[in-house]
C-alpha cells in the first residue's frame, strides 16, 4: 500500500512488558446501530439483547500496575458513548484511541468533557495525522480560540505512526496497523502481542499481515452476508481469520442482518459474534 512506510519494529522482537488485558465490547453494530430507525424485521424487533447493537467501541483494561483501579483505554467514541459508559459504570479512560474519522466512530468526542472536569485530566487522542486533522475539522469549535457557552472538550491530539508501538498511559503497548476501509486507509491496532482490533476493514494490506499472525485474540468487522465496499462480509473475515489462526475470534460492526443466535451456530468453534456488554480476558503475551 502506498501511503505508509514501516517503522524500525520487527513482529519478532521480544515483548516490552504487556500487562494482561480485558476487553468489554461498548458496541458492536454497525453505523446505523441495531435495531435501525424504522425497521421491522425479525432482527430490529428481536427480544434477544444480543441483537442490541450500539455504535462499534471497546474498552481495553489493563490492570493497574501500582494497585488501585485498572486502567481503560477506549477505541473510538461513538454517538453512544454516554450511554456506554453509564451501562459499564465506566467513570474515566485515560486515553483514546481512534481508528477513523467516520461518524459512527467519532460522534461522541464532546462527551469527553465530562472526564475532563471530574478527573482534571486533558484526555489524550491517539489516531493517524488524516484522522486527527478529520476531528480538527469536524469539532472545529474545540479547536478555536473562542469561548464556547458549554464548555469544550480539553484533548490532546497525539500522533500514531503506523507500525510504530507506542506505550499507553494504561501500561499497554500498542502498535497501528494500516487497513484498507473501501480506499481509505484506517488504523486497526495491536495490544501488546495478544490482541488486534480491526473494525472498518474491506482488505488487510500485505505489509500488515505478517503482525497479525500468532494472536491469541482478534476482533474483526463483518458487517453482513452479501459483499459490501467498504467492509467484509462474513465470508471474507471468515477467510481472513482461517489465514491468520488466531487462536480465537471475535466479529464486531454487526448490522440487522445477523441474528446472533442463528449467524453464532453456524460459525467455528473458535470464532463468535461479539455483543455489547461481552468482557473477555486476553492473556499476557500470548505466543
Ligand atoms: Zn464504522
Ligand atoms: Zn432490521
Ligand atoms: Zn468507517
Known amino acids: 500500500m502506498t501511503g505508509f512506510r514501516s517503522g524500525g519494529y520487527n513482529g519478532s522482537m521480544p515483548p516490552a512488558a504487556s500487562p494482561p488485558l480485558s476487553v468489554t465490547f461498548l458496541g458492536t453494530g454497525t453505523s446505523t446501530g441495531v435495531p435501525m430507525i424504522g425497521c421491522s424485521c425479525a432482527v430490529c424487533t428481536s427480544s434477544d439483547p444480543r441483537n442490541k447493537r450500539m455504535r462499534v467501541s471497546v474498552v481495553v483494561r489493563t490492570a493497574n500496575q501500582r494497585g488501585g483501579e485498572p486502567q481503560n483505554l477506549l477505541v473510538d467514541t461513538t454517538p453512544e458513548l454516554r450511554i456506554q459508559m453509564l451501562r459499564e459504570g465506566l467513570d474515566r479512560v485515560e486515553a483514546i484511541l481512534m481508528t477513523h474519522g467516520h461518524a459512527d466512530h467519532i460522534f461522541g468526542l464532546d462527551d469527553v468533557r465530562q472526564i475532563n472536569f471530574r478527573h482534571n485530566i486533558v484526555m489524550p487522542i491517539y489516531g493517524s495525522e488524516a484522522t486527527l486533522a478529520q476531528l480538527r475539522r469536524v469539532f472545529d469549535y474545540v479547536f478555536k480560540e473562542t469561548p464556547t457557552g458549554g464548555g469544550k472538550p480539553q484533548l490532546d ?131
Open 157 to 287: 491530539l497525539r500522533t500514531l505512526e503506523p507500525f510504530e508501538p507506542a506505550l499507553m498511559p494504561t501500561g499497554a503497548e500498542v502498535m497501528p496497523l494500516p487497513v484498507l476501509h473501501g480506499t481509505l486507509p484506517i488504523y486497526g491496532y495491536k495490544f501488546g502481542r495478544s490482541l488486534a482490533y480491526l473494525t472498518d476493514v474491506s482488505a488487510i494490506p500485505d505489509e500488515t499481515l505478517p503482525y497479525l499472525e500468532g494472536l491469541d485474540t482478534l476482533i474483526l468487522g463483518a458487517v453482513r452476508f452479501e459483499p459490501h465496499p467498504t467492509h467484509f462480509n462474513l465470508e471474507q473475515a471468515l477467510a481472513a481469520i482461517a489465514k491468520l489462526q488466531p487462536r480465537r475470534a471475535f466479529l464486531t460492526h454487526l448490522s440487522h442482518h445477523f441474528d446472533h443466535a442463528t449467524v453464532n451456530a453456524t460459525l467455528p468453534p473458535s470464532v463468535r459474534l461479539a455483543y455489547d456488554g461481552l468482557t473477555i480476558a486476553v492473556p499476557e503475551n500470548h505466543g
